[in-house]
């Protein structure tokens, strides 16, 4: 699958499972303990906003980690996921990246674009009870990616990914993605 398809059929699907939070799931915990559904949504919008900026050449404007969605997440997301495409696709990854602190190969920026949402799409898939909608290719290709980007020494308590949850190699690859990730897959 091509870069471009891949990252559009990820950031697609992630702002349909934005547009299916109801109200009343607002403060339902999620798979990733430091957030609530709110709470969530808040990171995946706040980040994808970094995001786009990093894929234009941007300086990150803005504190992701303190965003706060207006009364559309979805619509929020969905605009600047279309910035974070046309940014790859318009000045591709074959570049250093400036992002969150530092200058990053572009590929692995756009790597860790795809990991970001396919699995805080996951988790907001099994917090609302909507169906995880990533297919075994997106994930597939995002599981790979991951295993070439996430060295051990980001791992741990403290560290953005979790210890390694060990799941069978004949899994879903969506499960054995959540899994490397340090996420523990749950029945859908």
């Not at 000045?91 to 949402?117: H, K, W």
């Not at 979790?162 to 190699?169: H, L, R, S, W």
């Not at 499960?175 to 029945?187: M, Y």
Request: with cysteine; hydrophobic share 40%; proline share 7%.
């Amino acid at each position: 699958m091509d870069d471009i398809a891949l990252l559009s059929g990820v950031l697609a699907r992630t702002g349909d499972l934005i547009g299916g939070v109801a109200t009343d799931q607002a403060k339902r915990p999620t798979p990733c303990p430091d957030y609530d559904v709110s709470t969530l949504v808040d990171h995946i919008v706040g980040w994808v906003l970094a995001f786009e900026d990093a894929a234009h050449g941007r300086p990150v404007s803005g504190e992701a980690a303190h965003y706060r969605c207006g009364a559309d997440p979805a619509a929020e997301f969905r605009a600047a996921a279309d910035g974070v495409v046309s940014g790859w696709q318009k000045y591709g990854t074959d570049r250093q990246v400036a992002f969150i602190g530092s200058e990053l190969p572009g590929a692995m920026v756009f790597n860790m674009t795809l990991m970001e949402y396919l699995v805080h799409g996951w988790d907001l898939a099994v917090a609302t009870g909507q169906p995880v909608p990533y297919t075994e290719q997106e994930a597939a290709e995002t599981l790979a990616r991951a295993e070439a980007t996430v060295p051990a020494q980001y791992r741990g308590e403290g560290m953005p990914f979790g210890e390694i949850v060990p799941v069978d190699a004949h899994a879903p690859a969506v499960d054995r993605l959540v899994g490397f990730l340090g996420r523990r897959p749950q029945s859908r």
